[in-house]
């Protein structure tokens, strides 16, 4: 029998599944189509996908509801269908055996990068009130409002959950671009403030451009939540073949999953382009760090600056340059995101008395 969630989520960090979307692109079902609807004709393909992050290692297993609201819904014909979809959603993984938590995923109604109209308030709140009073009647363990960027709509979201259930745990992240910032400019700061006012315990981050780009944003959610999120996807896409490939492989997932626990996140996984393989690779470095509770960390009650400080750095080569005859080397960068075969082979080129070396932007054109 599964412990409260609240209970378990104190004991030790706790591994997320990855990605629904881009893991039914690869049963080949085209771009496009409405991946919800499968909740209802082809039950065996997403009770497949949760089998097999269950068999993973992932604890938390995700509802493949992201999209299930009426405005999204209407898209396709499908907006008087929401409470059945939504339900079902739920009953393919409560088939399943085991003891793991259900997350009820409930994704933005505005689609920022596709569309310039603005929804009407109201439209809003009624969507959102429709898919989250089917998910919470189906019996869920907490509500997963993911990939958000505008911080009002995600509110209005929150406010609409707290008043159908006050006590349902509840999760949110808020996707952050290079900038580290959201689409609309909010920093972690600002989200992670605003949403520890409105009474979210768990915040955090997921999707982005992969891993390092989270974990460079984490500090300041970390500093605000009661516990923390991350599920990035597994690096940017590249479109090719007809499909998108995503660079990040497991064993780099591995690396920043030992990082993010060092940082004191809760739970981890994985968004756009990860796999049951990346979730493997996740819960392997959980049980190899061996961790038994939940790191203390020192949350700070002062407002940390978001507006970046020049940082100076100690410039040896200038000194040598000054001085010297200097030789540097001109170096291709690495041809996927792993990066030890290239810093393995400059420290061999520090060890010759090279002073620097030039990484080439796109060497081949």
Same mark, same amino acid.
């Given at each position: 029998?599964?412990?409260?969630?609240?209970?378990?989520?104190?004991?030790?960090?706790?591994?997320?599944?990855?990605?629904?979307?881009?893991?039914?692109?690869?049963?080949?079902?085209?771009?496009?189509?409405?991946?919800?609807?499968? %909740?209802?004709?082809? &039950?065996?393909?997403?009770?497949?996908?949760?089998?097999?992050?269950?068999?993973? @290692?992932?604890?938390?297993?995700?509802?493949?509801?992201?999209?299930?609201?009426?405005?999204?819904?209407?898209?396709?014909?499908?907006? !008087?269908?929401?409470?059945?979809?939504?339900?079902?959603?739920?009953?393919? $993984?409560?088939?399943?055996?085991?003891?793991?938590?259900?997350?009820?995923?409930?994704?933005?109604?505005?689609? *920022?990068?596709?569309?310039?109209?603005?929804? !009407?308030? /109201?439209?809003?709140?009624?969507?959102?009130?429709? #898919?989250?009073?089917?998910?919470?009647?189906? @019996?869920?363990? $907490?509500?997963?409002?993911?990939?958000?960027?505008?911080?009002?709509?995600?509110?209005?979201?929150?406010?609409?959950?707290? &008043?159908?259930?006050?006590?349902?745990?509840?999760?949110?992240?808020?996707?952050?671009?290079? %900038?580290?910032?959201?689409?609309?400019?909010?920093?972690?700061?600002?989200?992670?403030?605003?949403?520890?006012?409105?009474?979210? #315990?768990?915040?955090?981050?997921?999707?982005?451009?992969? *891993? #390092?780009?989270?974990?460079?944003?984490?500090?300041?959610?970390?500093?605000?939540?009661?516990?923390?999120?991350?599920?990035? /996807?597994?690096?940017?896409?590249?479109?090719?073949?007809?499909?998108?490939?995503?660079?990040?492989?497991?064993?780099?997932?591995?690396?920043?999953?030992?990082?993010?626990?060092?940082?004191?996140?809760?739970?981890?996984?994985?968004?756009?382009?990860?796999?049951?393989?990346?979730?493997?690779?996740?819960?392997?470095?959980?049980?190899?760090?061996?961790?038994? &509770?939940?790191?203390?960390?020192?949350?700070?009650?002062?407002?940390? &600056?978001?507006?970046?400080?020049?940082?100076?750095?100690? !410039?040896?080569?200038?000194?040598?340059?000054?001085?010297?005859?200097?030789?540097?080397?001109?170096?291709?960068?690495?041809?996927?995101?792993? %990066?030890?075969?290239?810093? /393995?082979?400059?420290?061999?080129?520090?060890?010759?008395?090279?002073?620097?070396?030039?990484?080439?932007? %796109?060497?081949?054109?």
């Amino acid at each position: 029998m599964k412990k409260n969630f609240w209970v378990r989520l104190k004991e030790s960090a706790i591994v997320l599944d990855g990605a629904m979307g881009t893991m039914i692109n690869s049963f080949d079902i085209p771009k496009g189509e409405c991946h919800e609807y499968l %909740n209802l004709v082809n &039950k065996e393909l997403i009770s497949q996908i949760h089998r097999e992050y269950l068999e993973a @290692g992932a604890e938390i297993i995700t509802t493949n509801t992201f999209g299930a609201n009426r405005y999204i819904l209407d898209y396709f014909g499908l907006g !008087n269908r929401v409470a059945e979809i939504n339900r079902c959603g739920v009953e393919i $993984l409560k088939s399943l055996p085991g003891d793991f938590y259900i997350a009820a995923s409930i994704g933005p109604l505005t689609r *920022p990068y596709e569309e310039i109209k603005k929804i !009407n308030k /109201n439209t809003m709140k009624k969507a959102f009130k429709e #898919q989250i009073e089917a998910l919470l009647s189906s @019996g869920v363990d $907490l509500l997963k409002f993911e990939t958000f960027s505008n911080l009002e709509e995600l509110l209005t979201a929150v406010k609409i959950a707290k &008043k159908l259930d006050s006590k349902i745990p509840i999760s949110c992240s808020m996707v952050y671009l290079e %900038n580290g910032k959201t689409m609309f400019g909010i920093s972690p700061v600002e989200a992670a403030g605003e949403l520890k006012k409105a009474g979210v #315990q768990i915040i955090g981050s997921n999707c982005g451009i992969g *891993p #390092q780009s989270i974990f460079q944003i984490i500090d300041q959610i970390i500093s605000y939540a009661d516990y923390t999120i991350v599920y990035p /996807n597994a690096g940017r896409p590249a479109f090719s073949y007809g499909k998108f490939q995503y660079p990040a492989t497991p064993d780099y997932f591995a690396a920043y999953t030992s990082k993010f626990l060092k940082k004191g996140v809760n739970i981890i996984g994985g968004c756009c382009g990860t796999t049951p393989a990346h979730i493997k690779k996740i819960k392997e470095v959980i049980e190899k760090e061996g961790l038994t &509770k939940v790191r203390e960390y020192k949350k700070t009650t002062k407002k940390i &600056k978001v507006t970046p400080e020049r940082i100076t750095f100690p !410039n040896e080569f200038k000194k040598r340059v000054k001085s010297e005859f200097v030789m540097t080397v001109e170096v291709d960068p690495p041809k996927t995101v792993g %990066n030890v075969k290239i810093v /393995n082979y400059l420290r061999k080129l520090k060890a010759k008395n090279v002073a620097g070396v030039n990484i080439a932007d %796109n060497p081949l054109g």
